[in-house]
């Protein structure tokens, strides 16, 4: 298992977070001594922090298993709230939901709109 041991820049503490803990961001325009920055929750002041980082320090972590941050890939797995978008609902849809929840077997009802197999016609 690898210790990991990181000084807050803003009250000192020196903690041990997981790998898992750790994000790094590899930057555009970071000079040849700055491989990335390090990103984590501090133990002592419990506030998000970010420091430089040089490349040995960065190979080192990302060989130990630290997750990378990608700037181009959206790192938010698909919750409801970061859904698809789709056609907004109109007034007359909530209504007919609401008409459809009322009958004893509006989950068939639901689910044969919504089954693939029903498309193919």
Known sequence: MTVVRIKCIRCTTTST???????LEVGVGMGEDTG???NWI???CYSL????I?????????SAGALVIDENE??????PESAEEGP???????????ALL????WFDKLQATTDPANDLG
């Open 54 to 62: 040089d490349w040995p320090d960065f190979l080192d972590l990302v």
């Open 49 to 52: 922090v970010n420091c430089a």
């Open 74 to 79: 959206d790192p938010r797995p698909p919750y």
């Open 102 to 105: 009322l009958t004893h077997d």
């Open 17 to 23: 977070p997981e790998l898992d803990a750790l994000l």
């Open 88 to 98: 907004a609902w109109r007034p007359d849809d909530l209504l007919d939901l609401h």
């Open 36 to 38: 990335a920055i390090v």
């Open 42 to 44: 501090c133990s002592g």
